[in-house]
């Protein structure tokens, strides 16, 4: 059974940092490269960074220097480390695999404003 579930968001000021954590079940998390991904209402899902299970990363350039993906590959969760957060940056925050499932959880909302 897949289990996707988010957490971690909230509101934050401009240059403020937070912690997503995203708990996957483990059937597919062990051997996957998961990943982030973000959403704006009435836009496109957009990736946001990826982690191997050997921990190799990517992150896209938008986010690039201020946000860190990692994993902890014996709990089954993969974090986004949010850091230097700007408005742009506010959206649905969403992890899966990648490239990802047709399911997916019900995401994490990150509302950066002053």
């Known amino acids: 059974q897949v289990q996707l579930v988010e957490s971690g968001g909230g509101l934050v000021q401009p240059g403020g940092s937070l912690r997503l954590s995203c708990t996957a079940s483990g059937s597919i998390f062990r051997i996957n490269t998961m990943a982030w991904f973000r959403q704006a209402p009435g836009k496109q899902r957009e990736w946001v960074a990826r982690i191997q299970p050997d921990y190799n990363t990517n992150h896209a350039d938008s986010v690039k220097g201020r946000f860190a993906i990692d994993r902890d590959n014996a709990k089954n969760v993969v974090y986004l480390h949010m850091s230097g957060l700007e408005r742009e940056d506010t959206d649905d925050y969403y992890c899966?695999?990648?490239?990802?499932?047709?399911?997916w959880g019900q995401g994490t909302q990150v509302t950066v404003s002053s």
């Open positions: 899966n695999p990648y490239p990802p499932l047709s399911y």
